[in-house]
């Protein structure tokens, strides 16, 4: 069955960093867009980046430009969010999403804490 399995959350200070993963199986990961979305407590999910299939171009919200970085190695079935300079307001529930049309998958979700 298809599955998203994120890792890398954790509790961080203001400032500092964080590499999450997210490792897909059960479909043709190559042939998806993928997605991170957060969902800070109270708001609704927010795209935070996107890299697509077919040429890795990637997208970002606003809030995270110049800070957070998307990438993905197809050969491992693995999409990546690098999250540098971390601020309070980047806490959240992050999700990793595969996208291809009909198809839409989410994983479970991991916990990002930015706090002094």
């Known amino acids: 069955q298809v599955q998203l399995v994120e890792s890398g959350g954790g509790l961080v200070q203001p400032g500092e960093a964080l590499r999450l993963s997210c490792a897909g199986s059960?479909?043709?990961?190559?042939?998806?867009?993928m997605n991170w979305y957060r969902q800070a407590p109270g708001k609704g999910r927010e795209l935070v980046a996107s890299?697509?299939?077919?040429?890795?171009?990637?997208n970002y919200a606003d809030s995270v430009k110049g800070r957070f970085t998307i990438s993905r190695d197809n050969a491992k079935n693995t999409v990546y969010l690098q999250m540098n300079s971390l601020k309070p307001e980047d806490t959240a529930v992050y999700f990793c999403?595969?996208?291809?049309?009909?198809?839409?998958?989410w994983g479970q979700g991991t916990q990002v804490t930015v706090s002094s």
């Open positions: 999403n595969a996208r291809a049309w009909p198809y839409n998958h």
């Open positions: 059960g479909f043709t990961f190559s042939n998806y867009a």
């Open positions: 890299i697509t299939s077919f040429d890795g171009s990637t």
